[in-house]
Structures are given as structure tokens and as C-alpha cells.
């Protein structure tokens, strides 16, 4: 298995250039977000906090974490409490609009992928997830090592 800094370091040379990297923070979060809210649409009868029920974005972010886990423990943490303000999102975006959060995710994911696309063909390179589809999961953690670095946060 690969390191985390190995994984960081191969995803980070296809993103070179200042614009595509400015488009990365913009669209990878908002790309998760709306992955969790498709997931957050399919609940279970099993409430959880207040009037939140379980639903499938909480089981597989279980999943998602522990992954990030074995990657480097110290992200984990990082990326547990990005998740955990997604499903936060997604809940309350649930109780204060009609538009249904799976519309609102499907027109997010669209444009997001849109943009990151457009940041490829900037970057001139392909995104990496064609080459591994684990990198799908990378991207997220590659923008948490920023955050850990600039707060001086080891990996």
C-alpha cells in the first residue's frame, strides 16, 4: 500500500498550475458535499441526533474514514470533521428549503465536474482519477494537507 505522502505527491503533478489548483479548492469540497448529500437521501428508520435519521452517507463515510485511517491517522481526524459538517449541511439544508437536497446535490456535482474538467484542460493533463480511481478519494485529503500544513499539523 501506498503512503499517504507518496499518494499526495502523485496526485499533486497533475496539479501544477495556479488557476487549476484555485478550481481544486472549489470543486473538490463541493464534490464531496454533494456525494454525501446523494447518499444522505437514502435513509433508514433508525433515528440518530434530534430528527436525523441514519442514512447511507453516515455508513459509508464509516468506511471513508477508516480508509483515511490507515492512509495517516492525523488526516483522518481532518477529514472526519469535513464529513461531519457535510452531513450537518445536508441536514439542515433538508429543513430549510422545498428544493430536495438530491436536486440541489446532482446540480452541484454537475457544474463542480464541469469545472474541474475545464481545470484539466488549463493543467493540460489528465485528471488523475482516469489513471486510479482511488485518487477519487485523494483529491479531498491532497486540500486537508494544506489546511495541515499551514497549521503546521504533521500528516
Do not use: R
Request: charge should be positive.
Amino acid at each position: 500500500m501506498k503512503s499517504i505522502q507518496q499518494w499526495l505527491d502523485e496526485y499533486g503533478v497533475s496539479h501544477q498550475n495556479p488557476t487549476n489548483k484555485t478550481i481544486h479548492w472549489i470543486c473538490v469540497p463541493l464534490i464531496f458535499f454533494s456525494v454525501i448529500g446523494l447518499l444522505y437521501n437514502v435513509q433508514f428508520p433508525v433515528k440518530l441526533i434530534g430528527q436525523m435519521n441514519l442514512n447511507l452517507a453516515i455508513i459509508i463515510l464509516v468506511f471513508v474514514t477508516g480508509y483515511y485511517f490507515l492512509l495517516s491517522k492525523s488526516l483522518s481526524v481532518g477529514m472526519l470533521v469535513f464529513s461531519l459538517v457535510c452531513i450537518g449541511l445536508c441536514y439542515e439544508i433538508t429543513q430549510i428549503t422545498a428544493i430536495p437536497l438530491w436536486a440541489i446535490c446532482i446540480g452541484i456535482f454537475v457544474l463542480a465536474w464541469i469545472g474541474q474538467f475545464y481545470g484539466h484542460n488549463i493543467e493540460g493533463k489528465k485528471p488523475s482519477f482516469l489513471k486510479d480511481l482511488q485518487y477519487l478519494m485523494i483529491g479531498p485529503a491532497w486540500l486537508m494537507s494544506f489546511v495541515y500544513k499551514k497549521l503546521g499539523i504533521a500528516l
